[in-house]
């Protein structure tokens, strides 16, 4: 015999199994369900932030923007047109379309108020002249 004509009545069998686990009837009962606590609508509303942009923009003298800068909340990006390298042509390959937004980041404000710390009061009272008693 050869070595197919082993293959097949195993495949046969294989098969028949598979068709007879496949045919089987599910049982008729209906499925069990669990009952769900009934929760009560709160009626949340969700309302969201008015849009606080800022934008600024910078123009030359011949009314032509140069410069637009846009805070949103606490993001400041600054956005520049694009201006061709040397002689390229518009649709060259060195002019393309975009230019992306330059973010402002690690930016200190120096006119706000700081907290004195503790060796700041300390220097300060040592420095100060002490108050001579009132006159009686």
Known sequence: MTRTSLLWPALLLTLGAHTAFAQSTPSQAPPKLEKLEEVTDDGVTITAKP????????????????????????????????????????????????????????????????KKSVEEEAEQEFNTPPQSPPAK
């Open 51 to 114: 849009a606080e942009n800022k934008i600024t923009e910078k123009r030359d003298n011949s009314g032509n923007v140069t410069e637009a800068t846009v805070k949103s909340g606490p993001s400041t990006y600054t956005l520049r047109p694009n201006h061709p390298a040397g002689t390229a042509m518009p649709g060259d390959v060195m002019s393309g379309n975009l230019r992306g937004a330059q973010w402002t980041v690690m930016e200190f404000d120096l006119g706000k108020k700081k």
